[in-house]
Each structure stands twice: as structure tokens, then as C-alpha cells.
């Protein structure tokens, strides 16, 4: 198995890219393509020991940064990391493609180069998201801030075969993030797509789920257009870091404080990790014709890692091929529109 | 100066709300309406020794509950203490009007009895919403599950004036909350209120909010729809409390964590209180022409005292004729639908 890693994007760029890539094929059985300026690659990989059979090199030039508007740089800088690695995903050379790049660019590129899996109107973005249970995966979580109930219907479906195979949960419970918990609540997006999502074989919709049952963790597949779940996922980023930094205050308070929170703070630390929605790996882009994994802009090299390894899984479990065989059964060609 | 109180609303009822009035009266220069029914009023009023003369008791037999469906309740239950206490208010019988009871029934009786000021195209409910640096004001919670632009460039002139007159900020800087930083960002209604924003006189409009910055209170007026509003409110005190119980499991794994959150109990808890958006009093409904104040369902004699207050300042800042005044300026009538 093969999987292109675009090792210019994020925000620790080659350092991370390169030593999480080396990590990845001494526990993993899977070979590299690292994509970007071949001279900094290798000067970077002469650092390492490592299997050199199990690593090539594609030479790419340019770089998207996150200043460029995503769709017209795919479009006009064919020689960027992220464009040379989604054909070659196209074009099958490899596997899967990772990147801790620009997210417009890869969502663009994913739509425009790898293109989406018939029958699949928009693909989305999903995320691992930590709950007081364990984890949910919520999606859509950017990729369309505009958002039909069909959409949100093959979300619901495509969200639930991840969940299975990737995230391991047997029947994932689906509830849809809505602002009443009753059926007839919501604006008119959710009452439609409540209806349809009941109507929905291969799934097991469970309701709407409110704000507030988030963090709670009782349902494990988040449904919800992208403009909320990107505000849900960023709110609760937000949240936890704004929490964590006035705890700090509260535990410099006194001296008495200082001593509490000494003692508390390795415990504190294990804690925060567990908020960290970036420690459960990247976020799956779900409905093209090819395994991508976005993996957080701030990845280190443990991040990338992971991402690669959940590439891989999403590999061997056939996503593709299940999304297609799902998207089927709900009938007709939906395929009009790109 | 005369407020009405739904003295049957809450999940604490007529304890809270009765001793809550009492508490008002003694310290604030109003009269209080109590509306309910009025032996149990009169039995709970016994309890206490108050000046007689400052509360009065107007009699409702019948009660709304969350179970019933707001438009209708307020359509058939015509004793319910919600539609008495509205229509004391629409016939300038009281000068404003508290209730802890359902939040539906609250916003359809203020638009169906009260009515809305001429111009407003919808009435918005808004809350004041903790953050690291203090306040500020998140509209529309849930008045309005689907919004227009025109809707929200609406809810960010209530909410300055809001700010200005209740919550003492000077020049209310006006966040629109978004999924991107950057003009251009967000969906297709998002867009359009930007551009509009931006053009808006008396308001300071200072560009969009991403969920990531919302708990650090950069911004005095979050403008959002209805249902990203209910979303964020919720899902923050979600956080809030999930996090906290957490917490106390992080505290319960050892004898020396034990020890270290003894020592901070104190200040975690007077912590966790500034994190309450409950404490900050009740959400006003602006743009009815009324003072409507919706207290939380799980309001105590505190919170009731509290959101009396603001009613009695709403009422004295004139905040219903200063919104008439600056939607006139916006030009043109727009009282073309209900």
C-alpha cells in the first residue's frame, strides 16, 4: 500500500511531515511518496535511518498556503504538493494522500481533481470529537456552509460506515444537531432532513440532539450541516482553551491555590489531551474517488503519523467502495451537479 | 414604575418567583403584578412581611407548560398566566413583564399580543453570555430558526442599543459569527449580512467571529440566527458542566488529587458560577413593544429579583423607543409580514 504524504503543509511543515512519514512505515506496513521540493525532502530524510525502499520522493515546487483562495489555487498552481499528490491519487499511482495543508485547498482538490463517488452530491469533512463517554464523529464540519436534506442524508450514511469500520462501533447511534429535541423542531433544513433520515435504511437514526448533549457523548454520529459543525467544533476548541486558561488564573490566585494546583497538574494535563480533538487523529474527507485524510494544521509528528495510519485503515476497510455500494441503495442518480 | 410577574413559570414556581418580588420591592423602587392563581399567590405572599401596597395579584387560572405548542397555547389558553401578563403589558396596564416559564409561548405571545415595533421584521431573543474578558450579548438564541440578512443587520442594531443602555458599553463593538474570519467566508446568509452590516449607521461593526474567539469576548454583539444562537448557548453550557464533572473525576482518582481539589474547591466553585450564563439575569425579547424579560426555567429568588432589575432599567432607558428611532433611520417600512 502506497500513500502520498504532502510534506510542505501544516504549520511544522518538513520536520513533522518527514519524521512522522519514517515513523509510520517502521510500524505500519505501508510505503511513502512524500511530495514537495525534492532537495529539502532528502536533506531532511538524510537526518533518519530508515528503509529507503520504502520511501520515494515526488518533486513538486509551488505551495498553497492558507492565504490562497482554495479553488483557484488548485486551479492555477498545478505544481503545489497538494495538487501533484491528489493526481496522483487520481490516477491511482497511490492509495491514499494525506495532508496538514490549507483545508479549503484539499476540500477544493479533493472535489475537482479526485472528484466525488457517484451518487454522492457533496462530500464532507468529519471529525473525531471527544466526549465524556469517548469519542463521536461529526460531520459536516466545513465543507459546505450551505447545506440541502439530501446532503445531510448521505452525511448520515456515509458518517455511519466510517463510524463502523474505522471508529469501530458495531450500530452507530445518528442524531441530527438540531435546536429542540422533539420531532417539527428546528428551522427547515432539520425538519426536512429529520424525515428523511427516519425513512433511511443502513443507518440508525436516533433523533435530534441538542447543544447541550454534545459533550455528553450519547449519540456517535454528529449530523449537521457544515456552517454548524465548524462552529460546534471550533466553539468547543475555544471553549476548553478559554476554560483552561482562566483555571489558570484561578489556580494563581494564592499560595494556598498554587499548592492545590501543583498537585493536581499532571493530572490536569492527561486531561486536557483528552479535549484535544486533534489527538484522535485527521479529519476524513468522506464522498470522492480516493482516501484523503486531512490532518490538522498543527500536527506534529505523532499527528501524522496517526493520519497515515488512518489512510491505511480507511484503505483496507474499503470505504469507497462501501459509500458506493450505500449510495446505491437509496436509489436514483443524484449525480447532476458538481 | 408597575412589572408583572408570571408568578406560575419556572421549575421552582411560586416560591422563587413570590419571595424573588418581595426582594425587588424592598430594594428597587417598583411594583409588582403577580399573575397566577391568585390562593396560592396570596397563601405564599403570607409567608413574608412586605409593604402591601407595592403588590398586587391578578388572577390566571390556567398554566402553559413546556409540553404545550407555544403559537397554540397562546391561542386557546387565554387565563394562562403568560397571556394574562402579555396582554396587561399590550394595554400599558404594567410596563413590563418577567416569566421563567416556557420560552416558546414567551416569544409567541410577545409577537402575537405585544406585537412588534413598527419596522422590525422579526423580534429577537438575546442573552448575555459570559467570556474571559467579562460579557457579551449572543442574539438570536431561538427566536428565529431561519433568518434573512435583513433579520440579523436587525438584531445588530436591538443588540447595540441593548449593550449601550443595559450592559453600560460604550461603543458596542458588533462580531457577526462566522465560519471565517475574512469578508467572503460563511454561507450565502452570512455573506449577505456582512456586506449589509457594513453599511448599517449606529452600530459598530467590526467583521466576522469564528466559534474559536467567542469565549474570549473580543466583541460586545454576537449576531447570529436563531439556530447557530441556540447551538452556541447550549452547547457552551454543555461544555461547561461536562467539563466540570469531568473534572471532579480527575479530582477523585487519588488521595493526593483529593487533597489538591480540597484546597481549591472555593475558588473553583466561585469560578464555575462567573461561567453561568444563568447568573447574568434573564434574556430580553427585543423588538415587541413591550419590556419582555424571559427568566431562566431554572431561575431562583435571585435570578427573578435580578431580571425584575432589568426589566426596570430596560423600561427607563427607553430601549423600545430608541429602537424605533434607529430602525426608522434604516429607511422604509418593513412591516410587510408576521
Known sequence: MKIAVDAMGGDNGLKVTVKGSIDAIKEYDVNIVLIGKEE?????LNKYDYPKNKIDIVNARDI???DDEPAMAIRKKKDSSIVVGLNLLKNKEVDGFISAGSTGAVLSGGLLIVKRIKGIERPALGTVFPTKKGISLLLDIGANADCKAKYLQQFAIMGSIY???ILNMSKPRVGL?????ERGKGNELM???YDLL???DNISFCGNIEGRDIPYGNYDVLVCDGFSGNIILKLTEGLAMSIFDM???VFMKSFMTKIGAAILKPSLKEFKKTLDYSEYGGAPLLGIKGAVIKAHGSSDEFAIKNAIRQAKTFIENKIIEKIEEDINLLGGNNDKDS
Chains 1, 2 share one sequence.
Open 191 to 193: 425538519k426536512e432532513t
Open 40 to 44: 529539502l525532502i532528502k536533506e531532511e
Open 247 to 249: 483555571l489558570k488564573d
Open 198 to 200: 427516519e425513512n433511511t
Open 163 to 165: 463510524a463502523q469500520k
Open 64 to 66: 498553497i498556503t492558507n
Open 177 to 181: 444537531v438540531n435546536i429542540g429535541s
